[in-house]
């Protein structure tokens, strides 16, 4: 079933109609927010009601995460577990078409609502091997924003790690370019005391997981070598600050931050958290020391799909 929410068209062919999510009664209001609210005034929103959940579904500070990806208008892009578009809205007025795909019928239509005045935006409701398996094009750019950590419940669907990377590369045309955001195992906010994302404990990102391919958590080697084994290569790796849901600002091998430049480390967090140290002091002793890489909280990797052609 298609429907058009303005320029927007919004398939529903796949939806199971059980994917419901955690989140299914803020996404109520979520929904009505973007029916009924200009998304100018979405700040003005999420700043009277003082809700983490609307933060996270309605800030335009997320859309920062795609501002520096290099788009050509003429460019197809498939956005793999978009949610409720924010990001979709930023890389709809960059390209030539976005397709979305995500698991929850609901978040689908907040993303068909906020984004429906644009007309090269398609959304599919449904798991992703359910809706991947029917397209017969390949993208210029795959997306996967924050899904490598949750991949269940941001795909409906229990493929692994490594499996949906090898997928996506098979969704890319030769040379086409794949875009990871992920949170670092060992990021510094995890040892300074707030709580991991995937399983919401203290230092849960530290402790030992079972089989280590079940592991939900990425140091930039095991993500490297995951991307190298699935033939993705010419990797560029980016150091968003202060993480890769709220960037503020996006480093880079050839851009690292300086000493007394990490100061906003205690606003930018859903989870509660204890505070065990001074994040900037350490940030500066790790930026002397070289080290600031392995201890960024969250990584932005581009890729291209290694083309075998002889």
Known sequence: MREYIGGVC???????????????????????????????DFGRVIADRRSERLLYYL??????????????????????????????????????????IDPSA??????????????????????????????????????????????RNRLGCALSAENLLRTAKDLLKPDGMLVLALDNKYGL???????????????????????????????????????KDAELEDMECFYPYPDYRYARSIYSDEYLPSRGELTSNMNNYGESRMVLFDEGEAYDHLISDGLFPLFSNSYLIVCRRKDTRQ
């Open 106 to 151: 609901k978040k689908c239509r907040v993303n068909a609502y906020r984004n429906r005045a644009y007309d090269n935006i398609e959304i599919y409701a449904g798991s992703f091997e359910a809706v991947c398996a029917q397209f017969p094009d390949r993208y210029d750019i795959v997306t996967l924003i924050g899904v490598l950590g949750d991949i």
């Open 59 to 100: 800030s335009a500070q997320r859309q920062n995460i795609a501002a520096g990806l290099e788009i050509g208008r003429n460019q197809k892009i498939l956005e793999i577990g978009s949610e409720c578009g924010i990001v979709t809205d930023k890389l709809a007025r960059k390209a030539k078409s976005v397709t979305c």
């Open 189 to 227: 906010k995890y040892w300074a005391g707030c709580r991991d994302e995937c399983r919401h404990e203290f230092f849960g990102n530290l402790k030992a997981h079972g089989d280590s391919r079940e592991d939900p958590y990425y140091s930039l080697n095991r993500i490297k070598k995951m991307l």
């Open 10 to 40: 919004l398939d529903l062919t796949y939806d199971s109609g059980d994917t419901a999510c955690a989140d299914e009664r803020e996404l109520d209001e979520i929904l009505r927010i973007v029916q009924t609210v200009d998304k100018r």
